[in-house]
């Protein structure tokens, strides 16, 4: 049985303004929500992952696998690594003890016989050329000595931190590489505090830095009359001066990396006297001198010498016999 037979339906009637507009906003904060929880589930997933990851000290390699992040990877050495020999706070404690001014090479001497050649640095760390210097050392198993200014040091922080996982030794060389002849004793103890303070920020823990090289040899060589208080800041701060014996002038050789390889040999014949320990000036922001390095190593190692760090030398002359 059919019920009866409705009318026609008439044409939809028009919605309000107001209320379309009001369904409209609300589809869109319905939409918006919906992509906003979608965010928050994917930051929440690789959130976890990270954790994951960070707590097993692991981090994801491109290839898929997990590997272990080195201390120079990760960005610090978060722990101080076991010192290496010497202790130099005994050899400061020796050397205060017989030396008013305590140093190494000032006088154009080390002062030992042992038949040793200690590779310095200056002016670094440099990030064209340090890298290269670092990794012929490493390739070599050479220690050297390095002095850092420390305004390269802010701008390099990673390279600092890769000499010491590496162990070379790392000296003050000022924070702005500036000749201590021309500044007042505060101001000179404000360019070796500074390197200081940025070493350590380097590193993320205190490394206390015994070793110093003034920038152009001053006031040693120049004979200025700033000499008594320069020594009276750095016997204050607690660090050895270290000059050289060798200087190859390698800054002056720029495309010649044969003419630094003869300048160093010609220096060496001409400086060597006996079995006498040797330090040798080079600059870790020259090109030339980290492609001379490798020939530099191979002469040294064929007349029967062997590298070390500034710091044992003075260990040597302080606690030696």
């Not at 064209?128 to 701008?155: K, N, S």
């Amino acid at each position: 049985m059919r019920g009866p037979r409705r009318a026609p339906a008439g044409p939809p009637r028009p919605i309000p303004k107001a209320a379309s507009y009001a369904f409209r906003l609300a589809r869109r904060r319905r939409l918006l929500a919906r992509r906003v929880a979608g965010v928050l589930v994917l930051c929440s997933i690789v959130a976890l992952f990270s954790f994951v990851a960070l707590a097993h000290g692991a981090p994801f390699s491109g290839s898929g696998q997990v590997r272990p992040a080195s201390p120079v990877e990760a960005g610090v050495l978060p722990v101080p690594p076991e010192p290496l020999p010497p202790d130099m706070g005994q050899v400061w404690a020796a050397a205060l003890a017989r030396d008013l001014s305590p140093d190494l090479a000032t006088g154009g001497g080390v002062g030992t016989s042992g038949n040793r050649v200690a590779l310095t640095f200056d002016d670094g760390p440099d990030p064209r050329t340090t890298p290269l210097i670092l990794d012929t050392l490493r390739d070599r198993g050479v220690r050297a000595t390095f002095f850092v200014v420390g305004g390269q040091v802010a701008e390099n922080p990673g390279l600092l931190r890769r000499m010491v996982a590496e162990g070379h030794a790392v000296g003050n060389h000022t924070y702005g590489h500036a000749d201590m002849s021309g500044l007042s004793a505060g101001q000179m103890r404000d360019e070796l505090r500074s390197t200081q303070e940025a070493v350590d920020d380097a590193l993320g823990y205190h490394h206390p830095m015994a070793l110093m090289r003034p920038p152009y040899g001053n006031p040693y060589i120049d004979g200025s009359n700033a000499l008594p208080a320069f020594r009276g800041v750095v016997r204050g701060e607690g660090l050895f001066p270290v000059m050289w014996t060798v200087d190859p002038s390698d800054y002056l050789l720029s495309d010649d990396p044969d003419g630094v390889v003869r300048a160093v040999a010609h220096a060496d014949e001409a400086e060597r006297k006996g079995e006498a320990d040797e330090v040798v000036l080079l600059h870790d922001n020259q090109p030339q001198t980290a492609e001379a390095l490798p020939e530099i190593i191979d002469r040294y190692e064929k007349s029967g010498r062997r590298f070390v760090g500034v710091d044992e030398l003075l260990a040597d002359k302080y606690l030696g016999p």
